[in-house]
Every structure is written in C-alpha cells, then in structure tokens.
T-cell receptor, first 111, second 114 residues
Framework: GENVEQHPSTLSVQEGDSAVIKCTYSDSASNYFPWYKQELGKRPQLIIDIRSNVGEKKDQRIAVTLNKTAKHFSLHITETQPEDSAVYFCAAIPNTDKLIFGTGTRLQVFP | DAGVIQSPRHEVTEMGQEVTLRCKPISGHNSLFWYRQTMMRGLELLIYFNNNVPIDDSGMPEDRFSAKMPNASFSTLKIQPSEPRDSAVYFC????????????FGSGTQLSVL
C-alpha cells in the first residue's frame, strides 16, 4: 500500500525566513496531495493541495511543488510568521481512495 | 454551517468501561472518517464510510472497536471494553468528494482511559 514519509520531524526558523517540508510517496498511482496544518490543541485544517497534473501551486506565502518522477512533493512557506508555528502534515491518495498521512513536521517560528 | 461536530470534547473513563464517541458531519458531505491521533503513531485512519456504508475498516485496531453510521447526519465510534492504550485524540472528518479529498475535521475527542 501507499507509504508517505515526511521530513524533517521538527523545524525551527527565524521569523521572516523560509521553511521547506518534504514528503515522498511510494504509490505512483497517487494523484492528490494535500497539506494540513494543526495548531496546538486544534483540529487539522487543509491549507493547500495539488493534483498530479500540476507541478506547482501557490497561495500567498505558501506553495507546494510536485515531482511525479521522483515521487516527492514539498511545502514552502516564505516570510514565516510566529502564527505559522504548528504541526504540518502532508498526505496522498492512492487508488484505494484512502488518504494516507505523513508523520508530521513541527514548525517553530521564533520572533 | 457549524462544521463537523463531535461530542464529547473530553472523556475520562476507567479501564473496562464502554466509551461512545459521536460525530455529526457537515450537511451534504457523503464521506465520513474516524481518525485516531497519538504522539507515537500520528494520524491513523480507523474506518471510513461513503453514503453511510463502511468502505474500509482495516484500520480498526481490534474487535473492541466498532463504528456505525445509521444515517447521513450521525456516526458513532464505540470502544468496549476500553483499555489505557486507547487513550488518544479521536477525530471525525467529513468530505463532499467521493475521492475523499478536502477533509473537514471536527474538534476531536480527547479520551483518557485510566
């Protein structure tokens, strides 16, 4: 079945710097790749997603890139702010139609 | 819309007791998911329903866990008997898409089994 690996597990950056989180997947049939943000004690919330027919998608300070050949996708956050501090989860949907989550990255943005 | 509604928010129970978690999905959504979140295992999918029918329950840990969706607006996850290792945050999520995209999560139930 699909396996999604996520790195790093923790990431600390200075406010204003960029942050990059990377995920790899195993099932080449996966065609949908969302990213969820979970603030401390809150629910996961979808922040951006990308489909396999697109290489890059941007929404203000966040962007996601997809490399289908290498089977990896990344989340990029520019001009980080303290409110970006959270756990970020990547995910993929293979043919089983079951969303498989990565293990999460704890991002800390220091003022 | 109020979003996905879960109850209770917190549940503390003793080992061996029955626990029932409840979920009301967003109106019009046709897929419903139960996830368990722990520090060690992250977000695990337990079971999901499409149009009230269980599609995949391969994530249900063992026979002590059961889930039902009697209608489009209500689902329950039951643990009987509960054990300390069941302590976790249990999330319900719903989605409009049959392809299970764009999940909307509830606030979760923090379960502590003593």
């Amino acid at each position: 079945g699909e396996n999604v690996e996520q790195h790093p597990s923790t990431l600390s950056v200075q406010e204003g710097d960029s942050a990059v989180i990377k995920c790899t997947y195993s099932d080449s049939a996966s065609n949908y790749f969302p990213w969820y943000k979970q603030e401390l004690g809150k629910r996961p919330q979808l922040i951006i997603d990308i489909r396999s027919n697109v290489g890059e998608k941007k929404d203000q300070r966040i962007a996601v890139t997809l490399n289908k050949t290498a089977k990896h996708f990344s989340l990029h956050i520019t001009e980080t702010q303290p409110e970006d501090s959270a756990v970020y989860f990547c995910a993929a949907i293979p043919n089983t139609d079951k969303l498989i989550f990565g293990t999460g990255t704890r991002l800390q943005v220091f003022p | 819309d109020a979003g996905v509604i879960q109850s209770p928010r917190h549940e503390v129970t003793e080992m061996g007791q029955e626990v029932t978690l409840r979920c009301k999905p967003i109106s019009g959504h046709n897929s419903l998911f139960w996830y368990r979140q722990t520090m060690m295992r992250g977000l695990e999918l337990l079971i999901y329903f499409n149009n009230n029918v269980p599609i995949d329950d391969s994530g249900m840990p063992e026979d002590r866990f059961s889930a039902k969706m009697p209608n489009a607006s209500f689902s329950t996850l039951k643990i009987q008997p509960s054990e300390p290792r069941d302590s976790a945050v249990y999330f319900c999520a719903s989605s409009f898409s049959y392809a299970n995209e764009k999940l909307f999560f509830g606030s979760g139930t923090q379960l502590s089994v003593l």
